[in-house]
């Protein structure tokens, strides 16, 4: 259970929380072979030519490598930057972030970790930042008044991790208000977390495991379409089986389509948001990376000890854009194999973060996120999926999706991230809430001109006359 939701508890539940949490059963730790290991040679960076006097650290922290900058004029905030999936190797990397000038133009510290571990390994991206935020002051002598958080892709699911970490509740006034502070600050610090003032999560897997569910609702749509029997798992799936499923959806792989790849075309687009601008120009460019995921058994390597997280019951899948179940489509969702997650590959926690941390929707700091129109490998549902969260939580609020017309993963230009970046900012210090997209609406979002708001500049791939000016 998200540390957020615990506040909901009363007085009872809340000890009984706590004591589950402080005396439960240990989580499974998670063997590397070989060990991580801190590239340290690849620490140091220079500095920004237009920014010499900004001062630059580097170094290693809690077992994971870091860098940090502080600009001459520093406004004493400082923003946390989660980087994106680095792979199953065993060499720890940090990456500078994209919005790096504009942080220190307007006088904001950033700080970046490797982790300590590479893999899809959220809780470790989560608690390496969370050290590295409360090691600052002692790499540089600083004091932060505030701290921010960004990241690309699963940096996007530290991102929204780490603000749902902590509760950052606003407590009433008087005596009331200064118990609910109290136990705030009691439960964000048991739990590890940081204050965040606000995020800006970007290409983010805001959907948590509903991202694995994808790439198995792919391949599972393939083969059925197919007619193939694909045994979970099936180590010879790219000899044994893929060629035959290959050969009944495309005419020309990748780029057409037999009538049942047409299928597994509308079946991908409805899973990944529905029918929108540019998605139709990047589907063939994400048939190797989604067929790759093929033939697994649903666990996330290295991250839920060989069990899968992965889950289709219930799930309704559309072989064509109409809502309504065709009789092809009815057996289609009868016959196609189901199946269920281990309870033992993420079990929801009260204290602890799980090994993918969930992501519930009861966030607490203004939110800026960005996506991609044509991305299949995080697709553009994973908005979708978390503003749903937010709004059962009645926090929706809270939480600004922006729709950007390009084909591939985390394809922003940097104005688009500065802009989120500076909207986010004027949320924070004036209250005034930045314009977003209706991601929730079918309609609006498979318009001609959706996602052209917040384009900048419109791709040479892309229409501009679907953006221009009526």
Same mark, same amino acid.
């Given at each position: ?17 706590? !004591? ?27 500095? %920004? ?20 900058? /502080? ?9 946390? =930057? ?43 991206? /989560? ?12 790499? +540089? ?17 530290? +991102?929204?991790? !780490? ?35 606000? &995020? ?19 391949? %599972? ?8 029997? /694909? ?5 010879? =799936? ?14 020309? =792989? ?13 079946? +991908? ?40 997280? +992965? ?9 064509? *854009? ?32 799980? &090994? ?40 929706? *609020? ?8 390009? &084909? ?63």
């Amino acid at each position: 259970m998200r540390i957020a939701r615990m506040l909901a508890l009363r007085s009872w539940q809340l000890w009984v929380a706590l !004591s589950l949490a402080c005396f439960g059963l240990p989580s499974l730790a998670q063997v590397d072979d070989p060990p991580p290991v801190v590239v340290e040679a690849a620490l140091p960076f220079a500095p %920004l030519a237009a920014f010499p006097t900004a001062r630059q650290y580097w170094g290693i922290d809690a077992a994971a490598g870091y860098r940090v900058e /502080v600009p001459e004029q520093w406004n004493g905030s400082l923003v946390m =930057y989660a980087h994106g999936y680095r792979g199953e190797g065993n060499l720890l990397t940090v990456s500078n972030p994209a919005i790096r000038a504009h942080l220190l133009a307007n006088g904001f510290a950033w700080a970046a970790s490797s982790y300590t571990r590479n893999h899809y390994d959220v809780r470790a991206g /989560v608690q390496s930042t969370n050290s590295l935020a409360r090691a600052f002051e002692s790499i +540089t002598g600083l004091k932060p008044h505030r701290y921010f958080i960004h990241g690309h892709s699963m940096g996007g699911h530290v +991102t929204v991790a !780490s603000i749902e970490q902590f509760p950052n509740r606003t407590c009433p006034s008087g005596r009331l208000g200064h118990f609910c502070r109290e136990t705030v600050e009691f439960l964000g610090q048991l739990a590890g977390g940081i204050k965040y003032s606000g &995020a800006v999560p970007m290409c983010g897997v805001n959907g948590d495991t509903r991202l694995f569910d994808f790439f198995d609702d792919f391949n %599972l749509v393939a083969a059925e379409l197919a007619g193939i029997d /694909v045994p979970r798992p099936s180590p010879d =799936y790219p000899t044994a089986q893929l060629p035959s499923i290959l050969s009944q959806l495309f005419v020309t =792989y990748p780029t057409i389509n037999t009538p049942l790849g047409d299928k597994l075309k509308a079946a +991908t687009i409805e899973l990944t948001g529905g029918p929108r601008p540019i998605v139709d120009l990047s589907y063939p460019s994400f048939m190797n990376l989604l067929f790759g995921f093929g033939g697994g058994d649903g666990s996330i390597s290295a991250v839920t000890n060989g069990l899968s997280v +992965t889950n289709n019951i219930g799930r309704i899948y559309q072989l064509d *854009h109409d809502s309504r179940l065709s009789r092809e489509e009815f057996e289609f969702n009868r016959s196609i194999l189901r199946v269920r997650p281990d309870p033992k590959a993420n079990p929801p926690r009260f204290i602890e973060l799980e &090994a993918i941390p969930r992501n519930t929707g009861n966030l607490h700091v203004p939110t800026v996120s960005l996506h991609t129109l044509g991305d299949l490998f995080v697709p553009f549902s994973m908005e979708q999926i978390y503003l749903e969260r937010t709004r059962f939580w009645g926090q929706q *609020h809270l939480f600004v999706p922006r729709a950007i017309r390009a &084909a591939q993963h985390c394809e922003f230009s940097v104005p688009e991230q500065e802009q989120a970046f500076a909207d986010m900012l004027k949320w924070v210090d004036q209250g005034v809430k930045p314009r977003g997209d209706r991601i929730l609406d079918r309609k609006t979002v498979q318009q001609a001109n959706f996602g052209c708001q917040f384009t900048t500049p419109i791709r040479a791939y892309d229409s501009a006359a679907a953006c221009a000016a009526p």
